[in-house]
């Protein structure tokens, strides 16, 4: 069964730090998705991607968050300069019809 | 917002015996999914339900729909141990957004 595929699964960074989450969607479906989850609470929608642009984000995605396909089969969830509240799990999605969702295993990205 | 309550937040039960979980949502849904989260880890898609569906059945599992109160439940029948897990429900809004709204989850504990 085709999967979404997510690296690395855990990122540990510093404060201040950029980093990269990586994401591989399925490859015929043409919706892609950010999620976060917070150690404890509950899976918040960042943003969503259709046609190589944002189509809707969340207040949470703000100017320290961008996302980018930079060559048809990655999917990129970049965070300029990470805060500690940043430290969750982020989950990436895909979708072929933007109403059924495949989901990655997830990245847990902790910073200190 | 637009996701209401699960219900309950806990759940434990003796393996065997059936699980329901519950949860109510807001406003006016295109479909209704419900996910599955094994501790720390990625989330599971379970079954689907869309606003014109009442019921629907996947193995052990029975959805229902009741889109005049606005509420769901996932009924798990003869579980076993590794239905342990936290349980999601998340529901896509009618109309043109296409993000996932996720509720706090059920954490079902299954007793051997």
């Known amino acids: 069964e085709p999967e979404v595929t997510q690296t690395p699964s855990h990122q540990v960074t510093q404060m201040g730090q950029e980093v990269i989450l990586r994401c591989v969607p399925i490859?015929?479906?043409?919706?892609f998705y950010w999620y976060r989850q917070i150690l404890g609470q509950k899976v918040e929608f960042l943003v969503s991607f259709y046609n190589n642009e944002i189509s809707e984000k969340s207040e949470i995605f703000d100017d320290q968050f961008s996302v980018e396909r930079p060559d048809g089969s990655n999917f990129t969830l970049k965070i300029r300069s990470t805060k500690l509240e940043d430290s969750a799990m982020y989950f990436c999605?895909?979708?072929?019809?933007?109403?059924?969702?495949?989901f990655g295993s997830g990245t847990r990205l902790t910073v200190v | 917002s637009q996701q209401g309550e699960e219900d309950p937040q806990a759940l434990s039960i003796q393996e065997g015996e059936n699980a329901t979980m519950n949860c109510s949502y807001k406003?006016?849904?295109?479909?209704l999914q419900w996910y599955r989260q094994n501790s720390g880890r990625g989330l599971v898609h379970l079954i689907l339900?869309?606003?014109?569906?009442r019921e629907k059945h996947s193995g052990r599992l029975r959805v229902t729909l009741d889109t005049s109160k606005k509420s769901s439940s996932l009924l798990i029948t003869a579980s076993r141990a590794a239905d342990t897990a936290s349980y999601f429900c998340a529901t896509i809004a009618q109309g043109g957004a296409q993000k996932l709204v996720f509720g706090q989850g059920t954490r079902l504990t299954i007793n051997p």
């Open positions: 490859s015929n479906h043409l919706y």
């Open positions: 339900i869309r606003s014109n569906e």
């Open positions: 406003t006016s849904i295109n479909n």
């Open positions: 999605a895909s979708s072929e019809d933007r109403f059924g969702y495949t």
